[in-house]
C-alpha cells in the first residue's frame, strides 16, 4: 500500500506541472479516473492443477495520466501512467506505458500502448479468505505477491466537449491476464 500512495503522490507531483506546461506548448495533458475487471487467467489452471476453486477477477478502480505530443498531421505519441486500486484476487495494480496512435478528424484517438505493470496479488482473496481463516502463525502478508511485466494493449479516447473525454482500453499483462477498462478523463 506504502507503493500505491506514493506513485499517487508521484503522479500528483508530475501532473500539476506538466498540465501547466501543456498550456504553452503542443501537449495533450489528461488527467483521469477509470473503472474496470481485470481477468488473472488463472481460474481453469488452479482448478486443473490443484482441484481449488479461485475467483480470479477483480474489479479495478483508479486514476491515470497521460501526455501525447503530434508527430504529424494525423500521428500522436505519448506516455501514460496509471494506478488502480482492487478487489478479491488483487490489492492493486499500477504502471507506465508508452502510447502511439491515430488522431480521427473529430479529435478521437485511436492507439496501441506498450509498458511495464505491477500487479499485487491477493491469494487470500482469490480463495475467498480473509485474515481471520488464517491458521495461527502465518499473516495476510504470507499470502500476497506483487508480480511485473510488460504490458500491450489497445485503446480508445473520445472527446466529449472541449476538455472531456470518454475511454476505453483493453490490455494483456504478458499475455496472461486480461483487462479492460473504461474512464473518463480532462485535457489540459
Known sequence: MK??????????????????????????????????????????EAEDEFGVAVDDSAEIYGAFISVDFPVGENLFAGVEGNVHLAS????????????F?????????IYVRGGYQFVEIDALGALGL???????????????????DYLVGVGVDFPVGESVMLRANVDTISFDTLRGTVGV????
Do not use: C, M
Not at 478479491?88 to 502510447?99: E, K, Q, T
Not at 480473509?130 to 511485473?148: I, K, Q, R, S, W
Not at 478523463?185 to 489540459?188: A, K, M, V
Open 3 to 44: 507503493k500505491i500512495v506514493s506513485l499517487a503522490i508521484a503522479a500528483s507531483a508530475i501532473a500539476f506541472p506538466t498540465a501547466a506546461f501543456a498550456q504553452d506548448s503542443q501537449a495533450d495533458v489528461t488527467i483521469g479516473a477509470s473503472v474496470g475487471l481485470h481477468d488473472l487467467g488463472i481460474a481453469d
Open 88 to 99: 478479491g484476487p488483487l490489492d492493486a495494480d499500477y504502471g507506465a506505458s508508452a502510447r
Open 101 to 109: 496512435g491515430f488522431l480521427t478528424e473529430n479529435g478521437s484517438k
Open 130 to 148: 480473509d485474515e481471520d481463516d488464517l491458521p495461527a502463525g502465518f499473516d495476510e502478508d504470507d499470502f500476497n505477491e506483487t508480480v511485473d
Open 185 to 188: 478523463g480532462f485535457r489540459f
